[in-house]
Nanobody, 121 residues
Framework: QVQLVESGGGLVQPGGSLRLSCAAS????????MDWYRQTPGKQRELVAG???????NYADSVKGRFTISRDNAKNTVYLQMNSLKPEDMAVYYC???????????????WGQGTQVTVSS
């Protein structure tokens, strides 16, 4: 079992910045994917930014150029630097991890508890 602990959410004014962190711990095999999703009431959870262990990243069009995902593989931690925040970025942000047991070829998915990001003046 893997535990994910998120931090960094909060209240910020439009145009401001926040940095989210998600640290994975526990019985980790080999984390391949560490992503950030977000969800607002009544809407589906959407991928904001994703990153794999080989360094590839992808972003939702709505955050390209403003958000940056990064990883510290040694610490099993993923970050999301969010700049130029807009009211429409307000959501609960969730960390997602895909952990691979190469020997058994099994995949394990984990979600963080979510952290609220509020963008308001």
């Amino acid at each position: 079992q893997v535990q994910l602990v998120e931090s960094g959410g909060g209240l910020v004014q439009p145009g401001g910045s926040l940095r989210l962190s998600c640290a994975a711990s526990g019985n980790i095999f080999s984390i391949y994917t560490m992503d950030w999703y977000r969800q607002t009431p009544g809407k589906q959870r959407e991928l904001v930014a994703g990153g794999t262990s080989d360094g590839s990243t992808n972003y939702a069009d709505s955050v390209k150029g403003r958000f940056t995902i990064s990883r510290d593989n040694a610490k099993n931690t993923v970050y999301l630097q969010m700049n130029s925040l807009k009211p429409e970025d307000m959501a609960v942000y969730y960390c997602y991890v895909l952990d691979l047991d190469i020997d058994s070829r099994r995949e394990y998915e984990y979600w963080g508890q979510g952290t609220q990001v509020t963008v308001s003046s």
